[in-house]
């Protein structure tokens, strides 16, 4: 393939591919490319090379400039200024003047019209000066300048007409300076000279000894703290703290020495010839310091150099700080009050003490040592307060609403239902959990709030643990070395151990008590039989959940009086609920028994016959029961072995009691075989003693039916308990009722309970809610 030659030398596009092939097209393209990347490169680094020259080239341009334009300006006034006719016009008001002068009846009053523009002069600098935050001790020398200005104004021969304004406007500009000065006293950060210089224009001022001086500057100190103390902030508090540390420190770098110093250097020079006022072009001095009196030109301020000792200074500062230390607990107080966050507490304890204990290392004091366990115990009971409430804020719903559905306690179906299986089946579970336990929507409000009121005192007792972690120490700024008085303990110890565990203590007393309102308030529900026990004993379960979880989570474990408590309340709601049951279930054994039985004779066995399986209505009243147990609104998870027993030992007491009532009601017979005679007793003095069965003398209740009764009761006292023995005879009623039928009746009682065992053996699966959990016999 032929080279391509130079782009260069075509003179358009069309030549190139009019005359070259298009891979030969496309090398003259990308040389082209090459060589304007080059060309850009060198254009690039020939500008960059220059550009600097050319930025300084233009900054001297623009210097040279501004240079000129000043020059011109100043050629211009100049020029304007020293024109034949200005020079003229001077000359003549300079003769004219000094002709004037020459007059002494004009003397007088050009003398006091130039006292007059003087002290406007002054009072308007003055009042500019405050305005604009100047210093404060040219003010108050500006002051004492027209005070002298206006006396001797007021002395003269002839008084100004302004006299009163201007005695106004004097007496005004004082009271502003005054506030002034206070304003300046309480500035944060100000420097220590302006502050000297601010103390020496009120001493100035308001003729003031030093002890006066510093006495004021305590007092302004205080009135700044009142002011912050009224509904305080936490930066108020904080600013209290730097105020604090600021006035016992400058009070002691400025007296008594140095503020004796600055009042010196103000005695030294006369009021015109200082050089503050000197240097104010505003007044004119140049041109009406002539007129001014002799008396006031020579007029020097004097200060009261009474004489102030280091111990006067220490006694005023030691009774001040005792009122600010005061003032700053009392403001942290008044500012907890308003705080609700304990963590937000807990964040401004951490901020405020360690600046108080920052200021250790500076102020050297028994007071601000006695002032740490003050605001520790701000903090502490604010916490408790605060813990307190929070903790209390807990109750139960322990009534149903009429309207309230009992939800379906069938867990197959849920087979039936589409239920979100992600994140870890939670859905599912919950909804097992649900039936399974019973919860209905009083209930699931119940838990929540006892989950939500668990999660506020785990977030509690976190705080403890963020407190006993918190190291104090770790600035070098904090003093730690102060020593409790008592016990000598650290300050580490004391802020990282003793607070944590009185806070501990109070968390303990305070969900202790919450527990055992919680219980009392159950126990007070089902005294009074206004709430289903079901309801109570779900309840209480969900109250024993959260104080396990609890004790689990935290060290706040129940005192034994809580449990031993609660497990006499479980017991009584157990009865309630076993007397529920069996109201509406013992009604077809009552009912069957008020008219003659009929046992099934051919279905009995062995010789003589006895029976081998209870009569119907046994076998109904424990399906009844058991169904009861099982598909009521109470479900089985309230069916604990206690809650089983205490049903059983229910069942026990009331079925024997309808046996007794049955057999006493009997019509009576002189046609039973043996009950009459074999059932009589003879008691020790000779007469005759009967009981209820052998009072029941009656054809339609004969031998056959007691005897079919008689396994009805083994039956039914081998579901209640254990079979009954020799040595534990008397133990239930309806042992009691065995014995007495025993005693009328000649049978095998050995074959009899051998029986009513095994058919219960072979039935106790039927009754799941009734059966042992494990049957040995």
């Given at each position: 393939?032929?080279?391509?030659?130079?782009?260069?030398?075509?003179?358009?596009?069309?030549?190139?591919?009019?005359?070259?092939?298009?891979?030969?097209?496309?090398?003259?393209?990308?040389?082209?490319?090459?060589?304007?990347?080059?060309?850009?490169?060198?254009?690039?680094?020939?500008?960059?090379?220059?550009?600097?020259?050319?930025?300084?080239?233009?900054?001297?341009?623009?210097?040279?400039?501004?240079?000129?334009?000043?020059?011109?300006?100043?050629?211009?006034?100049?020029?304007?200024?020293?024109?034949?006719?200005?020079?003229?016009?001077?000359?003549?008001?300079?003769?004219?003047?000094?002709?004037?002068?020459?007059?002494?009846?004009?003397?007088?009053?050009?003398?006091?019209?130039?006292?007059?523009?003087?002290?406007?002069?002054?009072?308007?600098?003055?009042?500019?000066?405050?305005?604009?935050?100047?210093d404060?001790?040219?003010?108050?020398?500006l002051?004492?300048?027209?005070?002298?200005?206006?006396?001797?104004?007021?002395?003269?021969?002839?008084?100004?007409?302004?006299?009163?304004?201007?005695?106004?406007?004097?007496?005004?500009?004082?009271?502003?300076?005054?506030?002034?000065?206070?304003?300046?006293?309480?500035?944060?950060?100000?420097?220590?000279?302006?502050?000297?210089?601010?103390?020496?224009?009120?001493?100035?001022?308001t003729?003031?000894?030093?002890?006066?001086?510093?006495?004021?500057?305590?007092?302004?100190?205080?009135?700044?703290?009142?002011?912050?103390?009224?509904?305080?902030?936490?930066?108020d508090?904080?600013?209290?703290?730097?105020?604090?540390?600021?006035?016992?420190?400058?009070a002691?770098?400025?007296?008594?020495?140095?503020?004796?110093?600055?009042?010196?250097?103000?005695?030294?020079?006369?009021?015109?010839?200082?050089?503050?006022?000197?240097?104010?072009?505003?007044?004119?001095?140049?041109?009406?310091?002539?007129?001014?009196?002799?008396?006031?030109?020579?007029?020097?301020?004097?200060?009261r150099?009474?004489?102030?000792?280091?111990?006067?200074?220490?006694?005023?500062?030691?009774?001040?700080?005792?009122?600010?230390?005061?003032?700053?607990?009392?403001?942290t107080?008044?500012?907890?009050k308003?705080?609700?966050?304990?963590?937000?507490?807990?964040?401004?304890?951490?901020?405020?003490?360690?600046?108080?204990?920052?200021?250790?290392?500076?102020?050297?004091?028994?007071?601000?040592?006695?002032?740490?366990?003050?605001?520790?115990?701000?903090?502490?009971e604010?916490?408790?307060?605060?813990?307190?409430?929070?903790?209390?804020?807990?109750?139960?719903?322990?009534?149903?609403?009429?309207?309230?559905?009992?939800?379906?306690?069938?867990?197959?179906?849920?087979?039936?239902?589409?239920?979100?299986?992600?994140?870890?089946?939670?859905k599912f579970?919950?909804?097992?959990?649900?039936?399974?336990?019973?919860?209905?929507?009083?209930?699931?409000?119940?838990?929540?709030r006892?989950?939500?009121?668990?999660k506020?005192?785990?977030?509690?007792?976190?705080?403890?643990?963020?407190?006993?972690?918190?190291?104090?120490?770790?600035?070098?700024?904090?003093?730690?070395?102060?020593?409790?008085?008592?016990?000598?303990?650290?300050?580490?110890?004391?802020?990282?151990?003793?607070?944590?565990e009185?806070?501990?203590?109070?968390?303990?007393?305070?969900?202790?008590?919450?527990?055992?309102?919680?219980?009392?308030s159950?126990?007070?529900?089902?005294?009074?039989?206004?709430?289903?026990?079901d309801?109570?004993?779900?309840?209480?379960?969900?109250?024993?959940?959260?104080?396990?979880?609890?004790?689990?989570?935290?060290?706040?474990?129940?005192?034994?009086?809580?449990?031993?408590?609660?497990?006499?309340?479980?017991?009584t709601?157990?009865?309630?609920?076993?007397?529920?049951?069996?109201?509406?279930?013992?009604?077809?054994?009552?009912?069957?028994?008020?008219?003659?039985?009929?046992?099934?004779?051919?279905?009995?066995?062995?010789?003589?016959?006895?029976?081998?399986?209870?009569?119907?209505?046994?076998?109904?009243?424990?399906?009844?029961?058991?169904?009861?147990?099982?598909?009521?609104?109470?479900?089985?998870?309230?069916?604990?072995?206690?809650?089983?027993?205490?049903?059983?030992?229910?069942?026990?007491?009331?079925?024997?009691?309808?046996?007794?009532?049955?057999?006493?009601?009997?019509?009576?017979?002189?046609?039973?075989?043996?009950?009459?005679?074999?059932?009589?007793?003879?008691?020790?003095?000779?007469?005759?003693?009967?009981?209820?069965?052998?009072?029941?003398?009656?054809?339609?209740?004969?031998?056959e039916?007691?005897?079919?009764?008689?396994?009805?009761?083994?039956?039914?006292?081998?579901?209640?308990?254990?079979?009954?023995?020799?040595?534990?005879?008397?133990?239930?009623?309806?042992?009691?009722?065995?014995?007495?039928?025993?005693?009328?009746?000649?049978?095998?009682?050995?074959?009899?309970?051998?029986?009513?065992?095994?058919?219960?053996?072979?039935t106790?699966?039927?009754?799941?809610?009734?059966?042992?959990?494990?049957?040995?016999?």
């Open positions: 393939m032929a080279e391509a030659p130079d782009p260069r030398s075509l003179k358009s596009w069309e030549e190139a591919f009019e005359t070259y092939p298009v891979p030969i097209v496309r090398k003259l393209e990308h040389q082209l490319r090459k060589h304007t990347d080059e060309n850009r490169q060198k254009l690039r680094s020939l500008v960059g090379a220059s550009y600097r020259d050319l930025l300084g080239t233009a900054e001297r341009i623009i210097d040279m400039d501004d240079q000129m334009q000043r020059t011109e300006t100043l050629l211009l006034e100049i020029g304007r200024r020293c024109n034949a006719r200005a020079v003229e016009r001077s000359a003549e008001n300079l003769e004219r003047m000094s002709k004037s002068l020459s007059r002494g009846a004009c003397q007088e009053r050009y003398r006091s019209l130039g006292q007059a523009k003087l002290l406007q002069s002054t009072l308007a600098v003055a009042g500019r000066a405050m305005k604009a935050g100047g404060a001790l040219l003010v108050a020398k002051l004492v300048l027209a005070r002298l200005l206006h006396k001797d104004l007021v002395d003269g021969a002839k008084p100004v007409v302004a006299l009163e304004e201007f005695r106004r406007r004097l007496a005004s500009l004082r009271k502003r300076l005054l506030a002034y000065t206070e304003r300046m006293l309480v500035r944060p950060g100000m420097d220590r000279s302006a502050l000297a210089n601010t103390l020496c224009a009120y001493a100035l001022i003729n003031s000894t030093p002890k006066d001086v510093l006495i004021h500057f305590l007092q302004t100190r205080s009135d700044e703290f009142d002011l912050s103390s009224g509904r305080p902030s936490e930066n508090v904080r600013k209290m703290l730097d105020l604090y540390s600021q006035t016992l420190s400058d002691r770098a400025l007296f008594p020495r140095v503020f004796a110093d600055a009042v010196s250097q103000v005695s030294r020079t006369p009021l015109l010839q200082d050089t503050q006022i000197r240097s104010l072009n505003e007044l004119s001095l140049d041109i009406y310091g002539q007129w001014v009196a002799e008396d006031v030109r020579k007029f020097t301020p004097w200060v150099h009474d004489q102030l000792t280091a111990s006067d200074v220490s006694d005023s500062l030691a009774s001040w700080a005792k009122q600010a230390q005061k003032a700053l607990v009392g403001a107080e008044q500012y907890l308003d705080e609700k966050d304990i963590q937000e507490v807990l964040n401004v304890r951490r901020k405020i003490i360690a600046q108080y204990l920052g200021l250790g290392a500076k102020i050297r004091e028994e007071s601000h040592r006695q002032t740490i366990p003050k605001l520790r115990s701000v903090f502490l604010r916490l408790e307060i605060l813990a307190e409430q929070q903790i209390s804020n807990i109750s139960l719903v322990l009534e149903k609403p009429s309207t309230t559905s009992a939800p379906s306690q069938n867990l197959w179906q849920l087979a039936t239902e589409n239920t979100d299986l992600s994140k870890g089946a939670m579970r919950n909804s097992i959990l649900q039936r399974r336990n019973g919860r209905d929507d009083v209930l699931n409000q119940n838990a929540g006892l989950e939500t009121w668990l506020s005192i785990e977030k509690l007792w976190q705080m403890t643990q963020q407190m006993r972690a918190t190291k104090w120490d770790d600035d070098s700024d904090l003093d730690l070395d102060l020593d409790e008085p008592e016990d000598e303990e650290s300050m580490q110890d004391a802020l990282s151990n003793q607070d944590p009185t806070l501990e203590g109070k968390f303990r007393e305070t969900t202790t008590s919450a527990i055992q309102t919680l219980y009392a159950v126990q007070t529900a089902s005294k009074a039989e206004t709430s289903p026990p309801l109570l004993l779900r309840s209480l379960r969900e109250i024993n959940q959260t104080q396990q979880c609890l004790t689990d989570k935290t060290t706040l474990s129940p005192p034994p009086t809580t449990t031993t408590n609660n497990k006499e309340l479980i017991t709601l157990y009865h309630h609920l076993a007397k529920r049951i069996l109201e509406n279930t013992l009604h077809p054994l009552t009912k069957s028994l008020s008219k003659p039985p009929r046992p099934s004779l051919a279905l009995w066995d062995g010789s003589p016959l006895l029976p081998v399986q209870p009569s119907p209505v046994i076998f109904r009243l424990l399906t009844l029961l058991h169904k009861a147990m099982a598909e009521n609104a109470t479900s089985c998870d309230l069916w604990s072995p206690a809650a089983v027993v205490v049903l059983k030992g229910e069942l026990d007491e009331l079925v024997a009691g309808i046996w007794q009532e049955a057999m006493r009601s009997a019509p009576d017979s002189a046609n039973d075989e043996k009950g009459g005679v074999e059932g009589e007793k003879t008691t020790s003095d000779g007469t005759e003693q009967g009981t209820p069965f052998q009072e029941a003398k009656s054809g339609a209740w004969g031998r039916e007691r005897i079919q009764w008689l396994f009805d009761c083994c039956y039914l006292h081998r579901v209640t308990g254990r079979p009954p023995h020799n040595d534990n005879k008397g133990s239930s009623k309806l042992e009691t009722v065995i014995e007495e039928l025993e005693q009328s009746l000649e049978v095998p009682m050995d074959r009899l309970r051998k029986n009513a065992n095994e058919y219960w053996r072979r106790f699966l039927l009754f799941g809610l009734l059966a042992p959990c494990i049957e040995h016999d």
